[in-house]
Structure formats: structure tokens, C-alpha cells
């Protein structure tokens, strides 16, 4: 069964930076394309960061220069790294493989 784990979601003021973080288990996580992804109160998930599995990435124009997304296989773990955080970027932010969602972080960035 596949689990992903989201942490590093908390407040921050604005133009600070956090970092997400994903663990995922029970998936040969190497093989597989992952996408960070925020919802907000009424709205759909909409995706942020992508990263396939060998790397490629893309990002939403919202987040493009503030935003990294990255993974390393070794530990099962797809990153997001957000810098320059406004109060837009308030929302739960989730992690998802090709057929499975974590359970989301929020993230709260406080003017």
C-alpha cells in the first residue's frame, strides 16, 4: 500500500521561506513522477510543482523563481523548497504519486 507523509508545513511571515518534505513508502518511488499541489478553502487542488522521474520539473507561473521542487530517491523523499512566500501561498499543501495523495501540511504565511 502507498503512503506519502507531507512535513515541514507551519507559519512563516511573509518573504520567509519553508520546507516541504514527502516520504513515501510502499512504492517503487524511483519510477514515479511527483507533484506538490495546494487547496484552499473552497477551491480545487491545483498543482504547483512537478518533478518526473528522472528529474525534469515544471512549475506553475505563480511559483516559478520562488519555488524548487526536487527529490532524492535514496531516501524516498520528493522536497519542495518555497522562498519568498507571500500570503497567497497560505493553504494545505499535498504531495501525490501517480495514484495516491498525502494527507496535506499547511502552510500559513502570516503580513
Known amino acids: 500500500q502507498v503512503r506519502l507523509v507531507e512535513s515541514g508545513g507551519g507559519f512563516v511571515q511573509v518573504g520567509g521561506s519553508l520546507r516541504l518534505s514527502c516520504a513515501a513508502s510502499g512504492c517503487l518511488f524511483r519510477f514515479n513522477a511527483m507533484g506538490w499541489y495546494r487547496q484552499t478553502p473552497g477551491k480545487q487542488r491545483e498543482l504547483d510543482a512537478g518533478i518526473s522521474s528522472g528529474g525534469r520539473t515544471n512549475y506553475a507561473d505563480a511559483v516559478k523563481g520562488r519555488f524548487t521542487i526536487s527529490r532524492d530517491n535514496a531516501k524516498n523523499t520528493v522536497y519542495l523548497q518555497m522562498n519568498s512566500l507571500k500570503p497567497e501561498d497560505t493553504a494545505v499543501y499535498y504531495c501525490?504519486?501517480?495514484?495516491?495523495w498525502g494527507q496535506g501540511t499547511q502552510v500559513t504565511v502570516s503580513s
Open positions: 501525490k504519486d501517480p495514484s495516491t
